[in-house]
Nanobody, 129 residues
């Protein structure tokens, strides 16, 4: 069974930084993509970033480039989202997601929500003024 578990959320002051973690288990890391999303109440889930193993590249939402950075450790089962210079607009529940792709697929950009098969339950970040 594939499981994704996010952690690291909490309360942070505006201007501060936070690093989220996503532990992925039961998932084969071949021809895959891992993504980070965020969602506020009443809003659609917004794509934050995406790593594609086929592209060997990480992509970011244009509005978040330069402030957010996605990374992993060698084992690939733990993924991070480093978030800097946070502001109140970053307050949201953050989710990680995973999907397998065919070997010839190149994504070239952040993938939308419907492209992913597996999801974590999310972790809440609240940015205070």
């Amino acid at each position: 069974e594939v499981q994704l578990v996010e952690s690291g959320g909490g309360l942070v002051q505006a201007g501060g930084s936070l690093r989220l973690s996503c532990v992925v288990s039961g998932f084969t890391f071949v021809n895959y993509a891992i993504g980070w999303f965020r969602q506020t109440p009443g809003q659609e889930r917004e794509a934050v970033s995406c790593f594609s193993s086929n592209d060997d590249s990480t992509y970011y939402a244009d509005s978040l480039k330069g402030r957010f950075a996605m990374s992993t450790v060698n084992a690939k089962n733990t993924w991070y989202l480093q978030m800097n210079t946070l502001n109140q607009d970053d307050t949201a529940t953050y989710y990680c997601a995973a999907v397998h792709h065919t070997p010839d697929l190149r994504v070239g950009t952040v993938l939308p929500e419907y492209e992913y098969d597996y999801w974590g339950k999310g972790t809440l970040i609240t940015v205070s003024s």
